[in-house]
């Protein structure tokens, strides 16, 4: 309704999605554009679900009304099935291939979901599906894969490829901004490959 | 000028190095604890800043430096004003010389907090101001303006920003630090510091017969904002205004509601004359009860004829529901669900925390006790049945003493951490003493403020400001407040903590267990390395025992016990599996070893 491009950025508790969040919010600035964003803080960042979105364009909340994302970054796979309705129909999927079964699930001795279980749980949305740790791995640092992900989301984000990386080096340890660009072009090319 | 993108949080901040504050104070509790956390490393602007011990320290710490002419601001959260509200009620009594903000946030929904209480309704308790930002721009404005007012009207101004604002990003227009800065000077005037009863009365008059002039002041500021387009009226108020607008249609008339008190009479022109009025905000029917008063015949919908929903938080789904249910806008296709089954994933304490291994050892002492506990990380205990209350900060050993006291025949084993202790859990040892009860207290001391983000406190070792200082002894404090069983043991040490408490559970009156390890997360960033742990999948029984334990890096694979990469070694599961299967990873072991 209000013409704002809504991405959902979910994952777990240290997998860096507030940082993916931060290089797309300093991608808007870049481009002079307005965005709102929401994260989750406090205790659930102890290794709990976490849940960033942020609305290009936006100019009123910060929260995407489920059924309303165009673009849905899963760190997870369950995370990917947990907040699959906040995708409008047409909606995009891209997902690091990744299972990290909750303790409690062990502790109450529950079925643990599978990597395949959960990819045709998803099948319907035609999910990009990538293995960010591998590209990270191959970028320099498995810590990277949240750049992967920005990579990988990029080609269905409105934002010039420019601005991100622009975005990236402001956000990133300087140190580390080589190993993060590299991260955000394997997940560009892995994402290319599933169109 | 200039244009960033920034957290609600980090704009609050920057908008009181802007408004040139000179001195802050706070105690972590969240969504608030960012403000000081970016104050104490920011360097545009030299400025005093505290972690104070609790909120009414911090408070008071402020408030006095207001009153010697210091531009100041103290952050809490929703609760923590609770614990600085002795303070607060007097504060506009005496008023301020310097502008004083008192920064409170809300945390509608209780995302990380024990209830949803609304401030807006301490600010009309203390005949105060407040300010109520629906936007992280309106946030950052609305607290350089609140110095201002605050000097103006020469009292404090209470600032309540939601989660939604605190910890929402957003593209902001910042300006350039303050330049200003000022030396305290306290203006000695017995009439106005000194609230004897004579005192008092004069004052309490004054503040009152201030109270016009607020309201005018206020409303010349524009915060409260009234657009005529209709016959149906939708005034809102907070972060609500805002979703609002999102999809206000055209032809129905919009008020927005971002200071109190309201003038009245402002609000009664603008609901004159419409058939309908819908009133929409977080937290309790503050503005609705303002607008029924003014709205004579025209029916108002609202909280209190459960329109809106009186508890939890507002959204844009939540919102649109609303104004569907009314009629205002036409019905949508409805929100999807989500998938149904999908595991939960709770936060959870960390693989190599302290606190596991010190639950895990209560319960092998003590099987059927009474657990009272109190609020940090460790209230996750709650997962592994060690934790029996949560109500309010320090309040454990009180609980504990006053369960031993109704008669309860079950021993009463509390737990709190080192910065709740201090924050207000000291009197109730101290009176669990001087009382003559009958329980244990066990200090998970991890040196630091964990659940908030790692903030210092006395027994860290460093000041908000960075500066090194001997930390406090927390033995000496329990044995000050006449306990004479008090024993520090490391978590770590399964078998050493167990005799230790043990010995505890031996005694007749208040003992006190020091549970003592670093935060792991503290110590992994200060470069701490352990060897970490392996399963022989052979020596492996699948007993269960290590995967009940809970520990993050602990997972089943193939059947088999398997330990991941989140270990950080403490090494504590090898001293709980009882066929001897796990041990540290040889390799790594070899390699640390000269």
Redesign the interface.
Known sequence: ??GSFDLLIVG??GQGVILA??VI??A??IE??????????????????VECHVRIDG?????I???NADLLMAFEL??A?????YLKPGGRLVANRLVQ???????QK?E??TEAKIVG?LADLAPCVLDADTKATEAGSPLTQNMVMVGAGSLAIPLERQSLEEAIRRSVPKKTIEMNLRAFQLGREAAGECR | MAKRYLLGNEAIAHAAVEASADFVSGYPGTPSSEVIDILRVQEERPLYVEWSVNEKVAFENALAAAWCGLRSLVTMKHVGLNVAADPLMTSGYTGVTGGFVIMCADDPFAHSSQNEQDTRFYARFAHLPCLDPATVQEAHDMVIDAFALSEELGLPVIFRPTTRVCHSKSDVVIGEAGKDSRKGNFPRDPKRFVLIPANARPLHKALDEKLPKVTKTLAGRGYNRFERKGKTAIIAGGIGATYVQEILPDGISFGKIGAYPVDWGALGDFVKGHRKILVIEEGEPIIEELVRQVAGGIPVSGKLDGVVPAEGELSISAVSAILEGQGIIPKGAGTPGPVPNVPMRPPIMCAGCMHRPTFFAIKKVWRDAVYPSDIGCYTLGLQLGVVDTTICMGSAPSLASGINHSGDPREVVATIGDSTFLHSGIPGLLNAVYNGADMTLIILDNRTTAMTGHQPNPVSGTTAGGEVKAPVSLEAICRACGVSFVETVSPYDLPSMIEVMKAAKAQKGVRVLIAKQPCVITARRAGVKRVSYSVDRDACTVCGTCIRFGCPAIEMIDDRAAINELCSGCGVCAQICPSGAIGPKEKEAKEAKP
Not at chain 1, 32 to 49: C, D, F, I, L, N
Not at chain 1, 59 to 63: I, V
């Open positions: 309704m209000t777990t508790g969040s931060n919010g300093e808007c600035i002079g554009r307005e965005v709102k964003a929401a994260e989750t803080h406090g205790m659930a960042q102890r290794g709990g679900s100019r009123f909340g910060p929260l009304p489920p059924g369950i995370e099935l947990r907040y699959r309705h079964v909750p303790t409690s699930v062990y502790m529950l643990a979901p749980q």
